[in-house]
């Protein structure tokens, strides 16, 4: 399996898949094919059995997908087979709200320490963290072996923190912050941008 | 020009070569390329020139796009040639921090109002909004007209608060509970979900 070959647009809807299948696992369901996936993400059947086939043969023709195997695959493609820690920079509303985000459960992912910069916010509580002082951020997360971060600080202060966690061995950011990051070319960044989201809708309104 | 006829993921493209484009002119650049779109976005250049060609001409062949052109026909495509207002419902960390967001600024969204169930939110000032008692909101966004709501509240309040947004005339809905939401089919849910994007950089992480 050459990884690399694999174009970025379809590692990113295996994400959707998974998110489907637990969906349907959640719901009782033991089997299900490309169509009924496709019909609930509005993506063609093909598309999915296309995209799927890059990894593997996960199904049988005429047989469908086993929901818990595909599942299982999904996540071992996906790394998220197991729990990443996560540190959060930011404890001003944003980054309190992601803190405590309870959507991260069976998704593969757990905060484990927020960062602020502001003396009035560190030491305080913020669900169950401490926030700690952004100064030792790199050496914290760099003892911690943590890899994965999440950026909640304002658009002016994002582009530093980035560089700071780069530093501390951060491979994998999630943007909250309105503006793009640089970043070598070994750490991957993802932008929550609600812009996105709602221009895909806007098209659908006359 | 057939709108029914473009799948979905070739529309939920379409904000993400806006946004490149954006930050072109941003950059001062006047003219560009699938090739650089695809670059900055990894995806191939073939892709970006089929799935514009879905909606008309843009460039022609040898001299790329014109970036404030193709901009401004994007926009045209994905109704946002002009701001659109919104609502946000849930006046806690998550709908204050999404209220006072600083990233819909020519992206074509303004935040409109804020509503809560809280009789201690009530009334208190977010940013330049003074939340609004949820009791009215059916009639209020109904009055305004306004067809675009982003939901912050918690996942288990989050399906009771988008049949109210349906029954005030909501078009699209933008969900930030972990929950997925049910609404009639001439209803556009997104949600914003940060496993995903997570999912889609621990595949990178060795």
Redesign the interface.
């Known amino acids: 399996m050459t990884?690399k070959a694999i174009?970025?647009?379809i590692?990113?809807r295996?994400?959707?898949y998974?998110?489907s299948l637990q969906?349907m696992a959640r719901e009782g369901r033991q089997v299900t094919s490309s169509q009924e996936i496709g019909e609930r993400l509005?993506?063609?059947a093909a598309?999915i059995r296309k995209d799927l086939s890059q990894f593997g043969e996960f199904g049988k023709q005429g047989t469908g997908y086993n929901i818990p195997y595909l599942t299982g695959e999904i996540q071992k493609?996906?790394?998220?087979d197991h729990d990443?820690d996560?540190v959060v920079v930011g404890a001003?509303?944003?980054g309190?709200?992601?803190a405590?985000?309870?959507?991260?459960t069976n998704?593969?992912?757990k905060v484990k320490m927020v960062f602020d910069s502001d003396p009035d916010k560190i030491g305080l509580q913020v669900g169950e963290f401490v926030v700690q002082d952004s100064a030792q951020m790199v050496e914290t997360i760099q003892v911690a072996g943590i890899?994965?971060a999440?950026v909640a600080v304002p658009?002016p202060q994002a582009q530093e923190v980035a560089n700071q966690l780069v530093k501390a061995g951060i491979?994998?950011i999630?943007n909250y912050a309105?503006i793009?990051l640089n970043v070598p070319s070994n750490v991957?960044?993802?932008?929550?941008?609600?812009?996105?989201?709602?221009?895909?809708?806007?098209?659908?309104?006359k």
Chains 1, 2 share one sequence.
């Open positions: 990884d174009p970025d647009i590692v990113g295996l994400p959707m998974l998110r969906r509005r993506i063609s598309q493609i996906l790394h998220v990443w996560m001003g509303e944003l309190t709200a992601v405590r985000y309870k959507g991260f998704r593969g992912f890899k994965i999440m658009a491979r994998a999630l309105p793009s991957s960044v993802q932008q929550i941008d609600p812009s996105i989201h709602l221009q895909r809708m806007t098209y659908y309104i």
